[in-house]
């Protein structure tokens, strides 16, 4: 799956704050135990904070959103806390695996794993149209959202996409008995959103003005994109829909058609 945003991966960022921190620390660590022998040298927390605060020097050069900066400056000093607590390496594999099960390759998608909630599921409900129709659900996570439409709408053939293997197997179990909701362990920028009266998405900034770019080239004349939170960058939505829900949710809605 090809990265869908021009910046560089945040992932190869962090690596690269993380392991010019530690180089950093070790030259700094190492040239002043040769003048001194003071004890501070010995502490391993000491060493791992001022580690963490290199990482997180160099990942604000780098130009990493400021909400990685906490991450950089704990990392390593919880790393030397954790490894105190003498705890068995299987739990940190289980907790890895689990993640990854969960949260798949996010650090490709950059969509992590968040559930569309009642409020807006009611005002979705609401957009669909009153004649029988195919919808897709882009991502659908733990396929909540369409088995909620899905009870509400026998009549309309729902599909949900999901690449997370966890939220997939939970999606199918949810929506088993559901004879209008198919459920498709996919990338879904390999899906084609040909025939779809609505597409939804619930993704994140950086995958949007791919998504338009696929909508514009797919979708079938008429159809409506609605994105959960997430504007086109520079493309006006037709309509905005406001949900009164405690995060104030906004639904943007767009008939995407092919550039000139
Ligand atoms: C924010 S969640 C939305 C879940 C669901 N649509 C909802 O509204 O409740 C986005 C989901 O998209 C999935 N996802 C991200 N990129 C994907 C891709 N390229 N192909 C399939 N699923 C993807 C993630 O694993 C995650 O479960």
Known sequence: MRNSSPEPSPLRTAVLAQLGGAAATFLFVAGLSRISSADFLRIPLLIALLQGGLAAM????????????????????????????????????????????????????RVPLYLTNAATAAALLKRLPDTPCRILDLGCGDGGLLR???????????????????????????????????????????VSLGGHAVVYAFLSPAPMPRLWAKAQREMSPGALLISNSFAVPGQPAEATIEVADRRNTRLFLYHPVPDG
Do not use: Y
């Open 148 to 190: 909620r439409l899905a009870l509400a709408r026998p009549d309309c053939l729902f599909t949900g996409i999901e690449h997370a293997p966890l939220p997939w197997l939970v999606a199918r179990l949810r929506c088993a008995g559901l004879p209008n909701v198919t459920i498709l362990r996919r990338d879904f920028w390999s």
């Open 58 to 109: 160099i990942a604000l050069k780098l130009h990493s959103p400021r909400w990685w900066l906490p991450i950089h400056l704990g990392f390593m000093p919880l790393g030397v806390i954790v490894h105190g607590l003498d705890i068995a390496p299987g739990w940190f594999l289980a907790a890895f695996v689990l993640l990854l099960l969960v949260f798949w390759r996010t650090d490709q998608s």
